[in-house]
């Protein structure tokens, strides 16, 4: 059964704990929220069940299937990073040199 994700557990960064940073607008806390949320309904998990791997695989169809723009993914990402490193204090995707935009060894004219 998949666990419903209530706005308050998915807000990246904050959960049910603390208040919103105040350098988020309130558009940035909608956008980080609805990226969470597709996040994890495209895996039909809690974020905190999945790891670097699916993040990547996540992104990866954001870029080949659903097309969207380079900036849109970039967006998905930022709110990924905060979620796993600000609110489940996880480790983020590894880094390599070739690795500037966290894709695995994919630069951005290799993923289209």
Known sequence: MVQR???????????????????FSER????YTENVAEFA?????SPDQLGPE???TFLLYLLNERKLAWATIQ?????LKFLY??????????RTARDQEGL?????PELR
């Open 85 to 94: 490193l600000r609110t489940l204090k996880q480790t983020w995707l590894p």
């Open 41 to 45: 309904k495209y895996f039909h998990k």
């Open 54 to 56: 699916h993040v990547r």
């Open 104 to 108: 695995g060894s994919a630069t951005e």
């Open 28 to 31: 940035t806390i909608r956008r």
């Open 5 to 23: 994700l209530s706005r308050r557990t998915v807000i990246a960064g904050w959960g049910v704990r603390t208040k919103p940073p105040r350098n």
């Open 75 to 79: 967006g998905a990402r930022s709110a």
